[in-house]
């Protein structure tokens, strides 16, 4: 196993955790908030999905399908266009609603393009400075282990309140 080959079979599992936390769930299941500050699941598939699809697209030096595959107008939220859901307040959250087939479908074209670009990626590309902001500056390697870590974390948030949201 190369690291091209480890890097996507951690997205592939994010894509099932992200699919087991929104099966069968309506779009109000989605919404559910277990009190006044928490995340939803829609909020928190939609927010990790965004910010996987930033943080590829700029290592890719693409635009993001977001913006690119019009999935900015289908979701319709009272956001720019570049927001990920970093620094959301309760409204914010509250104003991410959205089935769970608008949700997994942005999520698996997001999934599928950061296959592509993982599976084209040399070991050595890995080195690549993608972010100078930070000291020491963010290499791609540590930018996807950074993604997948994020996703993982939301994606199991997702799936507690799932399991909240069917023990009602």
């Known amino acids: 196993m190369n690291s091209a080959d480890l890097l996507a079979d951690a997205f592939e599992r994010v894509r099932e955790e992200v699919r087991s936390a929104v099966d069968g769930l309506s779009a109000d299941e989605l919404a559910v908030r277990l009190d ?50 970093y620094g959301h307040r309760s409204k914010d959250v509250a104003a991410v ?30 080195d690549r400075i993608v972010d100078e902001r930070w000291t020491p500056a963010v290499t791609l390697g540590v930018r996807l282990v950074s993604v997948v870590s994020d996703d993982l974390q939301h994606a199991g948030q997702a799936a507690f309140i799932h399991g909240a949201v069917r023990r009602r």
């Open 36 to 85: 006044s500050g928490a995340n939803s699941i829609a909020w928190l598939v939609w927010h990790l999905t965004r910010v996987q699809d930033d943080h590829i697209a700029d290592a890719a030096g693409t635009e993001q399908l977001w913006t690119s595959e019009g999935w900015a107008e289908r979701f319709g939220l009272p956001f720019p266009p570049e927001a990920t859901g």
């Open 97 to 126: 609603r959205a089935d769970a087939e608008l949700l997994t479908g942005y999520y698996d074209a997001v999934h599928e393009n950061t296959l592509a670009f993982v599976r084209g990626l040399r070991d050595s590309d890995l």
